[in-house]
């Protein structure tokens, strides 16, 4: 019976086991130990133990790798064994892993940037559109988590991410069709039926159907999202996880500067095929680069069979889902707690930025507009925040290009988290009926980030190792990424105390420019540091899975009751995932709401010159940056202290 359970893993493994599992098979086996040297339980675990990351992985302290070949060492650069799916992955894999977040991000630019004025033309007030947008925090807070854990639990043969990913995208798509196409749809059903197209009834009819696809696309908008931050953090492994967030990063900053250019193109005139109006042939853009981008991520990337995990810890009811969220929150782990923290602060400060820059940038330039005519009509009034947009959007351009080359340029200056997994010769057991190796390869230099590994190929050559050294000296010693999120913590709440001494455009384009940098951080940092504790917790579930199999199939019973089962009970991607994003969504509603109140007791009447009620609101979440800069500060920082075996504890600074 042990003999064919034996058998059974064996199959089983070398599914989960990378390319060189196989290999390893037709290598000459080792002479079985004598069974008085090493149990033959015990020896298997003990093989599996090596293969495991550590949860508190240590920097290396043998000499071996580039520090040991004369490379300057980085003191916060840990490292850890190899463990299942941690081999090095190219550059074109994290693209084609990320590509996803790129189409989502034309599709959120499009109806943040047009929303409002398409919502507006179809009658809707501007009262009832703040109750529109408040879709977004409340689908963020509500859907991601609840995705999170339905994918979490997902045991479709081609992957737990990909089903919610391709139905999201599917429903995006087809909400931006029936929102662009509003009017036409409603007044061709209502037609039909005799309706007068231009009655009030007609209009309440269009503006309801219009409403109730804003919340269908934040809620498949978000579908979207919670499916591609878990299928990034499931297939990257954690020494690259910081490259694949930045990849992100940059990819998202495509997608905003492609969003921003948008509103300098007549587009109905260069493809009026897609549409007669702008917003039209935006969504039908949006539609066509979500459905592509992710699509090619789902055929190019391939998850694991989530079938062999087992059969899922719970099934997901609207009851027993908030019992697992709150019970999710209780035991987040202390590192991504900390970051949930900043993160709830960080967008109190940055909500009230994204949605309200261009209107102080515009009010600085109408400002000496209307203090030399304080008579003009409404009409005057509206064409010079027509122009003043217009200048707030460009404002808003070299934003996006400022965080879009702040992206590239980061990951080769701050000091990587993480390294490749070293060499090591091979290992091979006998006693369970499995033989596993792993081949001795070329190990990716120690100094390099792991955003250069994923540009270099590992070779042995010569000029490898120079470009390895040469590229480790653009790193800054003390500059880990925890730290570079702390410094763009306290360079927006600076910019932000600036807005009283900017008078001109100029300056003021220059400012926003400047919390370019601090953006760019603000979408890697956080996801990067999370995404790196996930993926250490999951590739050691991993391996404990495969200790206890070990154990099952060596004895022929299930008696494995231990503290590694009740290991495996721990949250995965998309349950943490979905409640960072809660930690995103629900401030926005505190910062709506603060911003409310400072615009009814700071604001002028329209038209007016001197109005600094956005400028103030701005202030305030130049605040709300200062606690977050703070909260940083409680994140611990891991240090290698010395050997684990030594009993040195890692440091926290």
Request: with cysteine; aromatic share 10%; charged share 15%.
């Amino acid at each position: 019976m042990a003999h064919a359970l034996s058998d059974s893993l064996k199959l089983q493994l070398s599914k989960e086991s990378p390319p060189e599992y196989e290999e390893a098979e037709t290598r000459p086996k080792p002479a079985p130990q004598s069974s008085s040297s090493t149990p033959r339980t015990n020896r298997s675990l003990e093989i599996l133990d090596e293969q495991s990351p550590l949860l508190s992985p240590k920097q290396s302290s043998d000499g071996e790798g580039d520090a040991g070949r004369g490379a300057a060492p980085q003191a916060d650069t840990l490292e850890w064994n190899e463990g299942d799916g941690q081999e090095t992955k190219s550059v074109w894999y994290l693209i084609l892993l990320t590509l996803g977040i790129g189409g989502l991000q034309i599709a959120w630019s499009v109806e943040l940037s047009n929303g409002s004025p398409y919502l507006l033309s179809l009658g809707m007030t501007k009262a009832l559109l703040a109750l529109v947008w408040i879709a977004g925090p409340i689908s963020g807070t509500i859907v991601q988590p609840y995705v999170g854990i339905r994918s979490d639990n997902c045991r479709v043969s081609w992957g737990k991410r990909k089903p919610f990913m391709l139905a999201g995208a599917s429903a995006t798509i087809l909400s931006l069709m029936a929102l662009a196409w509003t009017r036409e749809i409603v007044h061709g059903i209502l037609w039909s039926f005799g309706a007068d197209v231009e009655s009030h009834g007609v209009k309440v009819v269009t503006i309801t159907f219009a409403i109730v696809f804003v919340y269908i696309l934040d809620f498949a908008i978000n579908t979207v999202q919670a499916g591609v931050r878990a299928f990034i953090v499931d297939n990257a492994p954690t020494h690259q996880q910081e490259a694949a967030n930045a990849w992100a990063g940059r990819i998202t900053g495509v997608g905003n500067i492609l969003g921003y250019l948008s509103g300098y193109v007549n587009l109905p005139r260069i493809v009026p095929i897609f549409g007669n109006t702008q917003f039209k042939v935006l969504c039908v853009i949006a539609s066509f680069a979500l459905g592509s981008t992710v699509t090619i991520s789902c055929l190019f990337i391939h998850e694991r069979d989530p079938r062999l995990e087992g059969v899922p810890s719970s099934q997901v009811g609207l009851r027993s889902f908030f019992r697992q969220v709150f019970k999710s929150m209780k035991r987040l782990p202390p590192q991504i707690r900390k970051v949930c923290e900043v993160q709830f602060f960080n967008w109190i400060g940055w909500f009230p930025f994204l949605f309200y820059i261009t209107t102080y940038i515009g009010q600085i330039y109408v400002n000496p507009i209307f203090a030399e005519n304080p008579d003009l009509s409404p009409a005057e009034i509206d064409a010079a925040w027509e122009s003043a947009t217009r200048v707030g959007t460009f404002a808003l351009l070299v934003f996006a290009i400022t965080s879009f080359v702040s992206n590239i340029l980061l990951p080769f200056i701050i000091v990587p988290t993480y390294r490749a997994p070293q060499a090591r010769p091979i290992d091979s057991f006998h006693s369970s009926g499995m033989h596993h190796a792993r081949p001795s390869t070329p190990g990716t230099p120690c100094t390099m980030s792991a955003s250069m590994t994923s540009f270099f190929p590992v070779t042995n050559s010569d000029t490898h190792s120079r470009l390895a050294r040469l590229l480790s000296t653009l790193q800054i010693p003390w500059l880990t990424l925890r730290r570079a999120w702390l410094l763009s913590h306290l360079l927006f709440a600076a910019c932000m105390v600036f807005t009283f001494f900017v008078t001109s455009i100029e300056g003021a384009t220059a400012l926003v420019g400047l919390v370019g940098l601090a953006w760019a951080l603000s979408l890697w940092a956080p996801f990067a540091l999370i995404s790196a504790e996930i993926s250490k917790r999951d590739a050691d579930a991993r391996v404990r899975r495969r200790r206890r199999d070990v154990y099952r199939a060596n004895n022929g019973d299930n008696n494995y009751d231990n503290e590694d089962d009740a290991k495996g009970s721990e949250d995965q991607a998309g349950v943490i995932l979905g409640l960072h994003n809660v930690s995103i969504a629900s401030p926005q509603i505190i910062a709506t709401l603060v911003s409310s109140a400072i615009f009814r007791a700071a604001q002028k009447p329209r038209g007016t010159a001197g109005d600094n009620s956005v400028a103030w609101v701005l202030r305030f979440g130049g605040c709300a940056a200062l606690v977050a800069a703070y909260m940083v500060t409680r994140i611990a920082e891991e240090r290698d202290e010395g050997k684990e075996n030594d009993g040195d504890a890692v440091g926290v600074v």
